[in-house]
């Protein structure tokens, strides 16, 4: 499958991956996924690793994306976002996204190097960003 995903529950993070030809259906059935799984835990960072993805969605899917995610975790939080890109079509892309959900993540990078990405999300932690309010 294109879209696939896994629960890091000892750093709180959703690792989500994209690889190949992931087609707008793909990632909304992945959405569709998300929001029927009960483990997620109630503040989450993501990981978004779209390094191996040859697609890229359009601006008004991109948006439809944006507001497809918010309303999954609407009644928990999410924490900081990173985004890691291969491709400058993605990168602006990732961009886009982190516009669009500016309200739904505490914080939205885009980075080329994954080691990167996961050492920003640490370091978020480490200063308790995304952490919700007791």
Same mark, same amino acid.
């Given at each position: %499958?294109?879209? &696939?995903?896994?629960? @890091?529950?000892? &750093?709180?993070?959703?690792?989500? $991956? $994209?690889? /190949?030809? =992931?087609?707008?259906?793909? =990632?909304?059935?992945?959405? @569709?996924?998300?929001?029927?799984?009960? &483990?997620?835990? !109630?503040? +989450?960072?993501? +990981?978004? @690793?779209? #390094?191996?993805?040859? &697609?890229? !969605?359009? /601006?008004?899917q991109v948006?439809?994306?944006?507001?497809?995610?918010?309303?999954?975790?609407?009644?928990?939080? *999410?924490?900081? $976002?990173?985004?890691? =890109? #291969?491709?400058?079509?993605?990168?602006?892309?990732?961009? %886009?996204? /982190? =516009?669009y959900t500016?309200?739904?993540?505490?914080?939205?990078?885009?980075?080329?190097? !994954?080691?990167?990405?996961? @050492? *920003? +999300?640490?370091? /978020?932690?480490?200063q308790g960003?995304?952490?919700?309010? !007791?």
């Amino acid at each position: %499958m294109p879209v &696939t995903y896994c629960l @890091d529950c000892e &750093t709180a993070t959703l690792n989500t $991956c $994209c690889a /190949g030809q =992931v087609t707008f259906e793909e =990632v909304l059935a992945h959405f @569709d996924a998300l929001a029927k799984d009960e &483990t997620l835990l !109630p503040s +989450l960072d993501l +990981l978004l @690793d779209l #390094s191996a993805q040859e &697609t890229a !969605p359009d /601006g008004a899917q991109v948006r439809q994306l944006a507001n497809r995610l918010a309303a999954i975790r609407a009644d928990l939080a *999410w924490g900081r $976002c990173a985004i890691v =890109v #291969s491709r400058d079509v993605l990168f602006g892309i990732a961009r %886009m996204f /982190g =516009v669009y959900t500016d309200e739904a993540f505490v914080e939205t990078q885009v980075f080329r190097d !994954p080691a990167a990405a996961r @050492d *920003w +999300l640490a370091g /978020g932690r480490d200063q308790g960003q995304g952490e919700m309010a !007791p």
